[in-house]
């Protein structure tokens, strides 16, 4: 593997998601006004980059090209954290416009490698689509992070490369999600088989595990050298009988994590650096 040698730890914030409820979670960021001072408790937390799902004024799932560029300039405004827009919106969501996240002029963007099982639904990303998205986010210099939800979107991950060469900024970072029903569970077992196929080119990555996986697969991803993605996207519960109260707490946990480990919290810069993320 060509991964970079970093003596800290990337903290990417994913803080609200396109699944969970404002009226079950009152406290879950869906305004551009609560995103931005979630942004800001979360930087002062440890995260580096912040990965947004959009909401509408219902609180309700939106690709609205007008309110994703209206997210990502308020927080690029308020904070100096990589802005990574999620191409993924919801499972729901037709796959031109989800190509069209691009024209908000994001500094990163994901991109899923491959179709999956996801719950009671199937999250949709056939090939012609990845290609396309892919060569997009090349023309807009536009950094793309990898989501990997099975073992096999490690070869479609390959695929890529070799059909259209290196992303803009010529790093190869991936996340790998565990916990999905239908796809990885979130074990370190599971995480271990991923790390073993995962492509030459990759230069750094980073795991999220999902609800109660959460813990086990930040603390199996710090101890195998990557990074760490957490957020009330993935889990509203803190502890045992504890919703989580704000995405900050969770933060400030990875936070502790990774120093425990001797590999504290990277700062935007150095997020930058890591990931070939140009200035806008």
């Known amino acids: 593997m060509a991964l970079r040698p970093t ?34 408790r979360c930087e002062a937390a440890g995260a580096a980059l912040i990965h947004i799902h959009v909401r509408d004024a219902d609180h309700q799932p939106t690709l609205d090209p007008v309110l994703l560029k209206e997210r990502v300039d308020a927080v690029r405004e308020a904070t100096d954290l990589i802005v990574q827009l999620s191409t993924g919106g919801s499972v729901h969501d037709p796959l031109q416009d989800r190509l069209r ?44 992070e990898f989501e990997i939800f099975d073992v096999s979107q490690m070869y479609a991950l390959q695929r890529l ?10 790093t190869v970072h991936l996340d790998i999600v565990l916990g999905v029903p239908g796809a990885l569970p979130a074990t370190a077992t599971a995480l271990h088989a991923a790390l073993a196929v995962m492509p030459e080119a990759v230069t750094s990555w980073s795991a999220t595990g999902i609800g109660r996986g959460h813990l086990p697969i930040l603390a199996a991803a710090l101890a195998a050298g990557g990074h760490a993605r957490v957020g009330m996207e993935d889990n509203v ?22 120093r425990l480990m001797q590999r504290p919290p990277l700062s935007t810069r150095q997020a930058r650096e890591l990931l070939g993320i140009k200035d806008r």
């Open 237 to 258: 519960v803190f502890a045992r009988g504890q919703v989580v109260g704000h995405n900050a707490e969770l933060v400030e946990r990875a936070a502790e994590f990774a």
């Open 7 to 40: 003596p800290g730890t990337l903290i990417t914030l994913a803080p609200t998601g396109a699944e969970h409820q404002k009226a079950d979670l009152p406290q879950l960021p869906t305004t551009t006004e609560e995103l931005v001072e979630t942004a800001r």
């Open 101 to 144: 996240v691009l024209d908000a002029n994001p500094d990163s963007c994901s991109l899923t490698c491959g179709t999956t099982n996801f719950g009671d639904d199937v999250f949709l990303n056939p090939w012609p689509f990845m290609s396309e998205l892919y060569v997009l986010a090349q023309e807009r210099e536009v950094v793309p």
């Open 161 to 170: 490369l070799d059909t259209h060469g290196l992303p803009y900024g010529g």
